[in-house]
């Protein structure tokens, strides 16, 4: 049976802004979704996935990288336009898709020549596309969102001045992610995507003035056979800012998850969930890093692959 690796991931308490919401007049906007009957801020799946591509780029790890960011161009460029799963990391592991138009298209063709008739015979376009392996779900606030903003004054030319507004919100998120390393060219590639996903920064934003910090406070891990993870989601967020996880409890409590294949760190270990959570068998730790190592010491000898 295959390996399957499922994780969700608490981030620190910060204050988001400009994570790539769309602009309203001159406010800046957060991106916002209805969340359990309230509106709360979110993070795309995709600027996730960018952070975890820009940091195998800058790790100083040994990491080819198809899609490069270029600070100084302020782009993506391309190593190979062509994909290579075998020798990229993010083409292996984010899956790619790149689609052309028809070489030729109907309206070009010589006048003598039969013209296409139906669908069927019209010229058609290519699409080279692999699935990404690793799957991420949109990251959401543990706190709903209440409507902050800042507003600023910035000079422009002589005798003007602009004014305008971002949105703020001071909240941790948490996201899931999930993969089956036996879908990669190179099964050795899920440690890279472990120590990624242990290490990021900063995810979305877009200026220079915005820092959110997006490594794990406290993370879920599951090394498993199961198909299904059981548990995204499963922080909460009280009013006086304690985190739990109860869900997560009433799954172990219920044996829909089997204790020793949940891997449980950082903050949320000291807490009275964590301590439970540790009676019932599941792998309790403080340390995100620490966890993190043994996790992998234990994928490396199941799947067979150097560390």
């Not at 608490?10 to 209805?34: M, S």
């Not at 899609?67 to 993506?76: F, H, K, T, V």
């Not at 994928?299 to 150097?306: H, N, P, Q, T």
Request: glycine letters at 8%; hydrophobic letters at 35%; proline letters at 3%.
């Amino acid at each position: 049976m295959a390996f399957h690796l499922f994780g969700n991931i608490l981030t620190c308490h910060g204050t988001a802004a400009n994570n790539r919401g769309e602009n309203e007049g001159n406010i800046t906007t957060l991106q916002k979704i209805l969340w359990k009957g309230e509106v709360h801020s979110t993070v795309s799946a995709e600027a996730i996935r960018w952070a975890l591509r820009y940091y195998w780029q800058t790790s100083g790890i040994n990491h080819a990288v198809n899609r490069q960011w270029d600070d100084d161009l302020n782009n993506n460029t391309w190593q190979n336009q062509n994909f290579d799963d075998r020798q990229y990391i993010d083409d292996d592991v984010l899956g790619y898709m790149r689609a052309e138009g028809a070489k030729i298209e109907a309206s070009d063709l010589d006048s003598d020549q039969p013209q296409p008739k139906g669908k069927k015979d019209k010229p058609k376009g290519t699409t080279t596309a692999k699935r990404g392996v690793l799957e991420v779900t949109r990251a959401v606030s543990t706190t709903p969102f209440v409507g902050d903003i800042t507003f600023n004054a910035k000079s422009g030319t002589k005798n003007s001045t602009s004014l305008y507004g971002t949105e703020v919100h001071a909240t941790r998120y948490q996201y899931g992610f999930a993969m089956t390393p036996d879908r990669l060219k190179d099964k050795s590639r899920i440690i890279p995507v472990l120590d990624g996903l242990s290490s990021l920064g900063e995810v979305a934003g877009n200026h220079a003035r915005f820092l959110y910090d997006f490594a794990p406070d406290s993370m879920i891990l599951r090394w498993t056979h199961d198909f299904s993870p059981r548990f995204l989601y499963c922080f909460n967020e009280d009013n006086a800012g304690e985190i739990t996880v109860a869900e997560l409890i009433r799954r172990v409590e219920s044996q829909d998850i089997e204790p020793t294949e949940l891997w449980v760190s950082g903050a949320i270990a000291g807490t009275p969930d964590g301590e439970q959570l540790k009676e019932l068998g599941v792998n309790v730790s403080n340390g995100i890093k620490k966890t993190v190592t043994q996790l992998k010491q234990l994928i490396a000898k199941d799947l067979g692959v150097k560390l």
